[in-house]
């Protein structure tokens, strides 16, 4: 199994979480995103959103960090970081949704424009307000849980830990959502939980 | 199982389709999006990010538009709207994190712009160019298959859908996508597909 992840990417840090508490055996492959890798015609064979991660299977590719992680979950971890009936894959899902949209459409994209100056959707504070919806919701939950979905560790995890942690390169202090910050810590406590 | 839908919801449209196709029973409770009744202190409990749609059931609740069409394809319709082995289930959910994203921030959030006023994310030109994104990668597909994932319909259908059939409505002409006006039609034709 071939894993393409980016040296700056926090989609693939995701990946890296994930692949690390369930030691799945893979090759990593690195992506120059400096100097544009992910853009190039090769990789958009690959990939043709042009972005990290991907990863190549049997054959097989998978692109997006939510269905990466689908499919490492479910091909390495049984029925513990995404459960198959019904209930209980809505309740995770609901939650890596929140990374794909608010998370990574609000907090990332605001971190992006703060940090390389690339702004694909709005202004800083347009993606810090739609941002703050998922802290919001993230603190609420975590206020009186351990973690965001079925009251263990799941896929939930790595796909909305990365651009939370980074959400203060957004110029969005956490210090609002001490709930979130224990949570972080647990989950960097988990055994194997993959350093940024 | 009650089902919150909006007046002029297009993630709620997603449900409606599926539920549709299931032949799955439930209530419909509408929510009056036009009067706000979806930031409501009432509905807030029921969903904390202030969204249609949702679903109640079994005491349990599942916001979001995506998770819920895992619950309902899980509940109803077993292997064949979203398969459980992992490279199935992956192959599925990069559509549907393709709705979420490009299509949902980029052609939906343009359209709501145009139409409402209303700019969650950027300028309209912001929108189109991430949503051209999902396009451009939907009409590679389409060009040699008949359906997103699988070669066959999924919940990739209805997730992807409303805001490509409604792009026209951010400017996004879809006369260049011959591929997905074709897909369209395949799409309205299964038995069962509900109109807007």
Redesign the interface.
């Known amino acids: 199994m071939k894993v393409y992840l980016g040296t700056v990417s926090g989609n693939s840090y995701k990946l890296r979480i994930l692949l690390s508490l369930l030691k799945a055996p893979h090759e990593v492959v690195i992506i120059d995103m400096p100097n544009k890798q992910h853009k190039s015609a090769e990789f958009m064979k690959i990939n ?2 042009g972005e990290v991660p991907a ?1 190549e ?2 054959g ?1 590719v ?7 992680l ?3 979950a ?2 390495f971890g049984g029925e513990q970081w995404l459960p ?4 209980g ?3 995770v ?2 939650w ?3 990374a ?2 608010e998370i ?3 907090l990332q ?1 605001a971190r992006r424009g703060v940090t390389q100056g690339r ?5 800083l504070e ?2 810090q307000k ?1 941002g703050r ?1 998922a802290l ?2 993230c603190e ?2 975590l206020a009186n849980n351990d973690w965001l979905a079925l009251g263990r560790p799941t896929i939930a995890e790595p796909a909305c830990f990365p651009y939370i942690e980074t959400a203060p390169e957004a110029k969005v202090a956490l210090e609002p959502y001490p709930a979130i910050i224990k949570w972080m810590e647990r989950c960097k406590k988990l055994p194997g939980w993959a350093a940024r």
Do not use: H, N
């Open positions: 043709p959103r990863i299977d049997d097989k998978i692109w997006d960090s939510a269905a990466c689908v499919y490492l479910r091909k198959t009936d019904a209930a894959m809505a309740e899902m609901q890596v949704a929140l794909a949209t990574q459409c609000g994209y702004w694909t959707l709005g202004s347009d993606g739609f919806v919001d919701i609420a939950r």
